[in-house]
Each structure stands twice: as structure tokens, then as C-alpha cells.
């Protein structure tokens, strides 16, 4: 058969006591929600393209997951599709551009 993924992630960033960011994404098989998280991250994001880019690095796990998981059906799908509303993590996503000041996110999400 056919089918299509789109995955979305967001993130809220630093607006808890502890100023730790909240992740979000949610990832559609054909139109339908079918794989969704919230959650706290771990360390406190020291920018909105860091926080970003944590939430998207999650939604990526989840989608390469359910990229397996429907390949083990037999289930052809074109490359998925992942939306990200942050133009600097877009562009960090995009860039070959190693800042220093980046590293940090490079060394622990450089799969992305």
C-alpha cells in the first residue's frame, strides 16, 4: 500500500518556575494523528532555536520509529514530511555551519 507521514514539533520556551522549555509534537499516518507527546525537557535551553531544536530532535526519534514501523507493514511512503516554525533552528537545521557556540546542540542532537 501507500501512505504518507507529517510531523509537526513546537516548543514553549522557558515559561515554567524552573525555567525549563515544554517539547510538543504530533505526527500524522495519512491524514490522522497517530503518535502525539508533551513533555518537560531535561535542561534549560539557553535560546528559543535551542529549545526548538530539542522538540524537534524528539519528533525525529518518533519519526524515524513510525518510519520503521510502517516500512515492517510493507507500507511504501515517500520521504516524511517535518514542520518546524523557528526560522533559526530551520537554519541550523539547514547549515553545515558549526558555531562554537552551537556545539553543545551538535555533539547531543547531531542526527537531525
Known amino acids: 500500500g501507500e501512505g504518507n507521514i507529517k510531523a509537526f514539533s513546537d516548543a514553549d520556551w522557558a515559561n515554567s518556575k524552573d525555567r525549563k522549555s515544554q517539547s510538543g509534537y504530533i505526527l500524522y499516518f495519512n491524514g490522522g494523528p497517530i503518535i502525539w507527546g508533551s513533555k518537560q525537557q531535561k535542561c534549560v535551553a539557553a535560546s528559543t532555536m535551542e529549545a526548538e531544536f530539542y522538540a524537534l530532535s524528539t519528533a525525529v526519534k518518533e519519526l524515524l520509529w513510525l518510519k520503521q514501523f510502517v516500512s515492517e ?15 533559526s533552528c530551520i537554519k541550523y537545521c539547514k547549515s553545515q555551519y558549526n558555531s562554537s557556540a552551537a556545539k553543545h ?8
Open 105 to 112: 546542540i551538535d555533539i547531543q542532537f547531531n542526527f537531525v
Open 73 to 87: 507493514l510493507k507500507i511504501n511512503i515517500p520521504i516524511p514530511i517535518l514542520f518546524e516554525d523557528n526560522q
